[in-house]
């Protein structure tokens, strides 16, 4: 039997929480941006005009650098209110942004020595290298920064493992390290006066001390305090499995239905293995269920896991649950596996709901019976589309037949990337508002 959830989230609030967590970002930078320019002002300005420009670019590059580590310090309040997809992606622009300006920054200081010293640049960087202390630091930074950036390109990505690109953006924080340590050195803005000096110091130590914490200290002191454990593994169909969870003061863990988890099982051929699996049951505080399709060797093995595995999560992640509704009453679309985050919001879920579930056959519907259990115990109306991608079921004709009072709804939307897609544009076609429509692509950043 399906257990309803009860309790009541909060109602939709007229500013969205994603619009205040964005503009605090946007002014967060532009405040840091403004402090920065007053401070290298006031440490003066060198005789050559490229020596000045790659001294305010060497900053803003510092700068976007400690942005960077915000980004991916995976803190709760803004996971919750932007989501990682979106923080994944803003990361990625600021990155190019920051290899730019400390590229930038290389090439203006040293034709700028150059022109001052009547060297070739070459030869002014080995020697700036050579003489000036830090200088060797950052070059090393800068090939790192490289080398991350081109493994970070779509189609480099696209061809490692999680695991392997993972590793190597780690060297991200080595990078960080040496950019630090060149900044004190030979940084003259960073030396120009106690409170600069002071800022910057603090600046640091937020950004670096915000990873430490995110991807760290609460992810140990969760899994010390809840010490997660499988008490059960369920096949749904041949190739989906679901697996249950228990622990210890699980009603303490802010997860909510729609989010996801990042689980390690700790045996010993997959403990090293970080997969994202959703919540495909809304949170009761005793119980945690992932559903997972067998798509490799990772998901395949989670059919074999023993009751009684140790298991170390990371989470919870995500921006794709209630606390973003603007409307009372749902319209919630999956397709295939993306039915596990959709299945545990509409649990959450309070007001009229219409559930749409895209399969290619009827074979393909996982929970399709506790699906339609939960439907009728909620009162929501479950519509299951079945048939070949093309001709397209979900086109504007056929969605506003399904739902004639679509614009009048939140849209949850998960599934896989085309379906998505092919959604998101039929939505637009209907004039559904943008702040309605809510999606996530979960991608990870380093």
Known sequence: MTTVQTTVPPPPTAVRPKVVA??????????????????????????????????LAGLYGALLMAFQLLLVARLPWLDRRIGMDRLTSWHRWVGFGLLWTLLSHAVFITFGYAQSSSMNPVNQLIDLAETVEGVLRAIVALCLIFVIGAVSARYARRRLSYETWHFIHLYTYVAVVLAFTHQVAAGTTFNSSSAAKTYWYVLWGVALGSVLLGRLVLPLWRNLRHQLRVSAVVPESDNVVSVYITGRDLDRLPARAGQFFLWRFLTKDRWWQANPFSLSAAPDGRTLRLTAKTAGDGTAALRHLKVGTRVFAEGPYGAFTTLHRTRPDSLLIAGGVGITPIRALLEELHGHSVLIYRVATDQDAVLYDELRELAHAKGAHLHLVTGPATPDKLAPNELSILVPDVA??????????????????????LDVPKSQIHFERFSLAG
Not at 415 to 422: E, F, I, L, S
Not at 423 to 429: M, P, S
């Open 22 to 55: 964005r503009a605090g970002l946007y002014a967060l930078l532009a405040a840091n941006a403004a402090v920065v320019t007053v401070f290298f002002a006031q440490a003066g300005f060198a005789s050559n005009a490229l020596i000045v420009l790659g001294r």
């Open 408 to 429: 009048e709804r939140d849209v949850f939307v998960c599934g896989p990337p085309g379906m998505t897609g092919a959604v998101l544009r039929t939505l637009r076609e």
